[in-house]
């Protein structure tokens, strides 16, 4: 699931990755262009009613391109994503 809030009067927004506590299972990070492909930047963290996430803050009007990296090098897209390409799953945060 990907939750984008609206942007603030600074221009930024604030975009939350989320997924099953258990599946897949063991640690998963949100990787993509806006951390530098960096799997440690943004490990979904386990939060309440069985979900885990990562939010990351990004200026309005970004296409960002992500993926999902899950232990044992496990890479996987995210189904509620707009559009997917070379790079795996794409959306667009509005401006």
Do not use: C
């Amino acid at each position: 699931m990907i939750k984008v809030a609206k942007p603030t009067r600074s221009g930024a927004v604030r975009v939350t990755f989320a997924l099953p506590a258990t599946e897949p299972a063991g640690a998963v990070s949100v990787v993509g262009d806006f951390n530098g492909w960096d799997p440690y930047a943004h490990p979904l963290r386990q939060r309440g009613k069985g979900v885990r996430s990562a939010v990351v803050t990004i200026p309005a009007g970004t296409t960002l391109h992500f993926r999902y990296l899950a232990e044992g090098g496990l890479w996987f897209d995210d189904e509620a994503a707009e559009m997917r390409d070379a790079q795996g799953a794409m959306i667009t945060v509005p401006g």
